[in-house]
C-alpha cells in the first residue's frame, strides 16, 4: 500500500513552504484524528520533484509510516498494532478487538 495524496500537503507557512505529512491519532478509542507534522521546508515553492523526494523519503521514515511484518503493506503509524503488525494483521491474526 503506497500512502495516498491525503497523507501529505504542501502549505504556505510564515514565508516558507512546508511539507507536512499526516499522521493518524487517537484521542479516543473510536475516533481518529490526522496530526500534520512539518518534514521538509522551502523558502520558495517547491518543484514537483522536490515534493517526489519528500514523499519517498517521508515512506521511509519510522516515525510516519512502517510496514507490517504480517500482510507486508506499509500503513499510517496511527494504524499499527505495534512496531512490526498492522491494526487490520492484528486482529485478523491475534485476535485483538478494536
Not at 58 to 75: P, V
Request: net charge positive; proline share 8%; charged share 20%.
Amino acid at each position: 500500500m503506497i500512502p495516498s495524496f491525503e497523507d501529505y500537503r504542501v502549505i504556505e507557512s510564515e514565508g516558507q513552504w512546508c511539507f507536512q505529512v499526516a499522521v493518524v491519532i487517537w484521542p479516543t478509542p473510536h475516533t481518529p484524528e490526522l496530526r500534520w507534522t512539518t518534514f521538509r521546508k522551502w523558502k520558495r515553492p517547491p518543484a514537483e520533484p522536490q515534493i517526489a523526494r519528500a514523499q519517498a523519503a517521508a515512506r521511509i521514515n519510522t516515525r510516519f509510516f512502517r510496514t507490517c511484518s504480517l500482510c507486508g503493506e506499509l500503513h499510517n503509524v496511527g494504524h499499527m498494532h505495534g512496531p512490526d503488525i498492522c491494526q487490520s494483521c492484528a486482529e485478523q491474526h491475534l485476535g485483538v478487538v478494536y
